[in-house]
């Protein structure tokens, strides 16, 4: 059976429409903007979902990723601002804002990223020294990234990390590291010793002066008792009372005996008294004492009457 012209017109037309349809309709992925050309120029962006278009007028210019994306940077070699030769690489994130911008402000997007971020570690990393690449390693990622994001601000792109991986200097010079830092921390161990040696010293010589303080106000209260107890004694004399006179007198020639048999280097000690009369003042001691300190208000009459007889050393 064949088909009239009628027939064939309306295939063509369903044919024809289901072109347009498939030129004009646009499924766009997420994560992606698409720019739409008209006649070779820029129209407007297809957001994610289903989108149409004018067929065979308009079409698809770049297809854009809008996610955030990660560029490596390669190892390059820089001169520190004190001659010293370093090999440093890093890494850099970054996210297209803008697809129309990313798409026809710059060509080679992935590249020109790259480029700028080289050259900005060569510059930033080139003024300072090898001291602070090494120790101010965030700093240097602060202001990498402040100075690629702004570069690379009209292109659509937001540059939202650079990070510097690796700062490797040459052998030869961390070798030399290696020594300076050993000397740093031994002179840091000897000014230790020397800190506490001293501190020790200051504080022996504290101690010194603290005991010879001590040592000299019990001397000096020492030295209160026996004025006072002289004095007592003089007192005691000057009223008439000379058994407290005996009494002085016996009490120091007994402490006088008492050092002189505790030498260690005595042998023979030679006794320039009879035993009985030690005796006997040592027998008198006790009663001399309480007529010495028998109370103030005792008169010297009574203390006449009360006196003991004088114990006197035999002659012999």
Known sequence: MGFSGFDIAIMVLVALVVLVLFKGIRTIPQGYNYTVERFGRYTKTLSPG????????????????MMEQVLDVPSQEIITRDNA?????????FQILNAAQAAYQVSGLQNAILNLTM???????????????????????????????EAAH????????????????????????????????????????????????????????EAAFRDAEARERSAEAEARATQVVSD?????????????VAL??????????????????????????????????GEIAKEVFRSEGT???QRQAARPPVVRPSEN
């Open 252 to 285: 120091k020639y007994t402490e006088a005996l008492t050092k002189i048999g505790s030498a260690t280097n005595s042998k023979v000690v030679l006794m320039p008294m009879e035993a009985s009369s030690l005796i006997g003042t040592l027998g008198g001691i």
């Open 236 to 248: 005691a004399i000057s009223q008439g009372d000379v058994q407290a006179l005996n009494y002085f």
């Open 119 to 149: 050259t900005n570690i060569r510059t930033v990393m080139g003024s300072m020294d090898l001291d602070e690449l090494l120790s101010n390693r965030d700093a240097i990622n602060e202001r990498l990234l402040r100075v690629v994001d």
């Open 154 to 209: 009209p292109w659509g792109i937001k540059i939202t990390r650079v990070e510097i991986k690796d700062i490797n200097p040459p052998a030869n010079l961390i070798e030399s590291m290696g020594r300076q830092m050993t000397a740093e921390r031994n002179k840091r161990a000897q000014i230790l010793a020397a800190e506490g040696l001293k501190q020790s010293q200051i504080l022996e010589a504290e101690g010194r002066k």
């Open 299 to 301: 008169t010297g009459a």
């Open 85 to 93: 030769i370093v090999g440093v690489d890093g890494i850099a994130f």
């Open 50 to 65: 289903l989108n149409l278009i004018v067929p065979f007028v308009d079409r698809v210019g770049a297809k854009m990723n």
